[in-house]
């Protein structure tokens, strides 16, 4: 409870007054002292009325999980036991700082008992990953006579477990892309371009003559042809800089996160496709590795580990651990490597690495494209801090391109993508690389 502004600007009236009159008119102080009775008189009793209208239940509704980027509505039912809620009630939620909390929105309803009650819902955008609680709900209404102002402090002691972003898997998004690699009607257009044997057909007008299975055809007295397909079974290591650049903010959320998706989605593809997916993380060091197993074994896992990866602070040592990768593997894989950096001079000793793994393996190095810079580049005021900062845009997105040329000279594959476009950028990136063999 705190006085409202109504009453502060009535005993800064009633104040004023005291002082004028005290000098002026001295025997009218049982007046002033009448009037100040009456304001404590009127401030109590609106206290007592407020006091016992104010009494309430409060229920909470939280759900237990949800996933980065996205929201998560938080939802309290308010039950006074007389009365009801007014409808100026303001709500604040105390809770990490990882959960910023959007506009409240109060609306009163009628309980099948026939009691008020009002909805409160709050709106918790997910920024980052971890586990993050909800402590108090703190309500402020104005009393009856506006003098004061209530505030109820209810503790809610509620959790949140804040995931890696699956929501393509769970839509069929990745399914939609991969069908091309599935077995069904657009598996047609792989055919016969693969090194994997799929079945024998009939030949039909319009095939390929080079396809004809002669010896089959000879045994069974009919032309057949060998139908391809592209080979499975490859394995695929996920590799994930942890480092302090992947922890820089981009579009709302970190480059860990936005990489830690796309890897969870790739996973997921790559069991669709029928190849064996692996894990593995580091930053000044190597962290967490993970053997190749078959995609949709290997998902969970990797959502788990991947709910863990903390937010590191240290700067990345791709020497130490590209050359421990290197060292764990035993047949030539598709690496898909999530990192980032920050100049041409600072990526020298991450080239040097990579060009080591790209002898053995095929390597898709994979970058986040801040999209801000493209605004920088093209000011649409022309000043001198916009002009500085054009021109420093325009150096950063020269020396990226120059990064990303010297990897392509050395035969990695790269995806420099903007953060909304990742996920189905490395999807549509990795149809292509089983549909050509590349791997």
């Known amino acids: ?13 009633l104040a004023a007054v005291t002082v004028f009159v005290s000098v002026w008119w001295r025997d009218m102080g049982y007046l002033l002292l009448g009037l100040w009775v009456a304001l404590a ?19 909470f509704d939280l759900p237990p999980q949800g996933f980065v980027g996205h929201t998560a509505t938080f939802m309290a039912t308010i039950r006074p036991r007389k009365g009801a809620v007014p409808d100026d009630t303001e709500i604040r939620l105390d809770c990490a700082p990882q959960l910023v909390v ?13 009691e008020k009650s009002a909805g ?12 993050y609680a909800v402590h108090d709900l703190w309500l402020k209404w104005p009393s009856r006579l506006k003098l004061l102002e209530m505030i109820a402090r209810m503790p809610v002691g509620k959790e949140i477990a804040v995931l890696p972003d699956i929501s393509p898997v769970l839509s069929g998004a990745i399914r939609t892309q991969i069908l091309p690699l599935e077995a069904g009607q657009k598996d047609l257009r792989l055919r016969g371009e693969g090194s994997e044997f799929h079945q024998l057909r009939e030949f039909v007008s319009g095939m390929d003559p080079r396809s004809i299975d002669w010896k089959r055809s000879a045994r069974m007295r009919n032309l057949v042809v060998r139908e391809m397909r592209a080979e499975r079974n490859h394995q695929i290591i996920l590799c994930i800089d942890s480092g302090r650049l992947m922890a820089e903010q981009l579009g709302g959320f970190t480059k860990l996160d936005r990489a830690i998706n796309a890897a969870l989605a790739m996973c997921w593809a790559g069991g669709l496709a029928g190849d064996l997916v692996g894990f593995y993380s580091f930053d000044s060091r190597p962290r967490l590795f993970v053997p190749a197993l078959p995609g949709r074994a290997a998902f969970p896992r990797l959502q788990t580990m991947c709910a863990e990866l903390r937010y590191e602070t240290q700067e990345s040592n791709h020497t130490l651990g590209l050359t421990h990768l290197s060292g764990r593997l035993k047949r030539r894989s598709l690496i ?15 080239i040097e690495n990579i060009q080591v793994l790209a002898r053995h393996h095929f390597i898709v190095y994979v970058a986040l494209r801040d999209p801000m810079l493209a605004k920088l580049v093209e000011p649409e005021e022309v000043t001198l801090d916009a002009i500085a900062r054009s021109v420093a845009a325009r150096q950063i997105l020269q020396e990226r391109r120059t990064v990303m040329e010297k990897l392509a000279r050395l035969g990695v594959l790269c995806l420099d993508s903007t953060p909304e476009a990742l996920t189905s950028d490395l999807i549509a990136r990795y149809v292509e690389i089983k549909s050509r063999e590349m791997i």
């Open 1 to 13: 409870m705190r006085p409202s502004r109504y009453l502060i600007a009535l005993v800064l009236i």
């Open 41 to 59: 008189a009127l401030t109590a009793g609106d206290l007592v009325m407020s006091a016992l209208s104010g009494r309430m239940t409060v229920e």
């Open 102 to 114: 959007g506009e409240s929105r109060l609306a009163s309803a009628l309980s099948v008992s026939g």
């Open 120 to 131: 409160a819902s709050l709106d918790l955008h997910l920024t980052r990953r971890g586990r």
């Open 336 to 350: 898909v490597i999530f990192s980032d950096f920050v100049d041409s001079i600072t990526a020298e000793l991450m």
